[in-house]
Every structure is written in C-alpha cells, then in structure tokens.
C-alpha cells in the first residue's frame, strides 16, 4: 500500500469511528431533552391552562393566613423546595380557587404532621381548620405510637377527622410522594402517588352525616366556601413542597 493509500485509509477509519460516536451519544441527547422539570411548566403543561404556585425562587404566590408571609416558619432551601418549619405557622395562596386541579409534590419527616387545605376561607379569630377541608400529610409512626388515635381518617390522604381514604401504598419519611386534589363543584378527589384515593360529594347525605358526627359540626363555615385559597400547613419536624401547580377547571 502506497503512502497515499495509507493516508486515506487512516481517514477513512477516522470517519467510520467519529460516526460511531455519534451515534452512541444520540440516544443520551434525547434522554435529557424528556427529563421532568424542577418547579417548572412544560410547553404543554402552559397550553394546557396550569400555572405555578411555586417557581423554587421565592414565595412570593403566597401569604399568611389572616397576615402577611410570616418572615420565619417558611423558606426556600438550597435545593428549591418550599420548607414549613413551625407548627401553627400556616401559609395559604394569595388567589383563590373555585374549581381546580391541583397538583404537588411533598415530603415528611419524622413525627411530621401537616395537610394541604382547600376552600379556606379567612375568618377572623378563627383557625383555618375551622373552616377549610385538609388533606392529611402525617408520619404514620405518629398514630401508632398514640395507641388510641385511629388511623382512620388521620393518615395520609384521608381528609382529616372525616373520610378514611384506604390508602395501602404507604408512605416512608424523606421521600418524595405527589399528592392531588381536584375540586369540581361539589365533586372532590385525592390523589396519592398517582392513585385514586378517595372521592366524595360536598352536597351528599353521606357528606352532611359525617359532618354532623364530627367535631367540625360547630364550625357552621367549615367546608362552606364555593371561593377559596389553598393552604400549607407548617409543623416543628418540617415538612417539605415542590412542584406545586394548578389549573383552574
């Protein structure tokens, strides 16, 4: 083989192995361009109709309740999630909701006992459990220690002191877990790691007797409110959100 033979079969192989290359790193470029994002919308997330209640930057979609943003008990840590810290530190969205999907992620830690609350209504000396219903986020470790607490209607998912949503999953401390609340008219769900959990008619007898035995029977606004913010509720052994987005239907 001649010296100019040589050099076009280098070249060749150099071509043939740089293609290789290429081809083998295809695959990667497209595997990022599909990764979820973090506290971000999608393009069709946007054409779709849902907006952010929280971008990871700051909190700035929401406000105490009956107050401004308490200036301790809720931040933004390093790694862009909404952290509550403080029991009876309560934050609710500066908007409020009539019908809606609402869609989050979130994380407990030991002992934590905290809920999403919808229909919240600001009622002046009066807490917001008074009034709003509560999607229950808890450390199952908690009513099993307690002995004569039961567990239905107080674990994660149910709607608190009300309707037991028979949720077998589980759910493990410092993990992340996504909760789902879609309100339509009276029609409510709960979603939990992307199961149907529970549903439940606002304006059915079962509603009305399960209110009339519970102990929100002499808050005569609970669950009252058609307009409504959307709550966090702090506790002292933290709770964790990320992802937090809505749609109104």
């Known amino acids: 083989m001649t010296l100019s033979q040589n050099h076009l079969a280098i070249l060749l192989t150099l071509s043939l192995t740089l293609l290789s290359c290429n081809q083998q790193q ?10 979820s994002l973090l506290n971000e919308l999608t393009d069709e997330e946007v054409a779709a109709g849902w907006t952010l209640l929280f971008d990871g930057k700051n909190l700035n979609e929401w406000k105490g309740y009956q107050s401004e943003l308490p200036k301790e008990g809720w931040y933004v840590d390093v790694e862009s999630n909404m952290i509550g810290e403080k029991t009876g530190v309560n934050i609710i969205s500066k908007k409020k909701f009539v019908n809606f999907d609402l869609k989050l992620e979130f994380q407990i830690l030991p002992n934590t006992n905290s809920g999403i609350f919808y229909k ?10 008074c009034n709003a219903i509560e999607f229950q986020l808890i450390d199952s470790m908690i009513l099993k220690s307690a002995g004569d607490i039961s567990m239905e209607t107080h674990a994660t998912g149910d709607v608190y002191n009300m309707l037991d949503s028979k949720y077998n999953g589980g759910i493990s401390t410092n993990v992340w877990n996504r909760a789902r609340i879609v309100m339509l008219n009276d029609y409510v769900e709960h979603w939990l790691n992307d199961e149907l959990i529970l549903e439940y008619n606002l304006s059915s007898r079962g509603w009305t007797e399960k209110l009339n035995n519970s102990k929100f029977r002499n808050y005569p606004q609970f669950g009252k409110s058609k307009l409504g913010h959307i709550g966090l509720e702090g506790n002292d052994n933290k709770v964790k959100f990320r992802n937090v987005k809505i749609k109104e239907l």
């Open 26 to 35: 295809e695959p990667t470029s497209k595997k990022t361009t599909t990764k």
């Open 120 to 129: 919240v209504k600001e009622v002046i000396d009066t807490a917001m459990w």
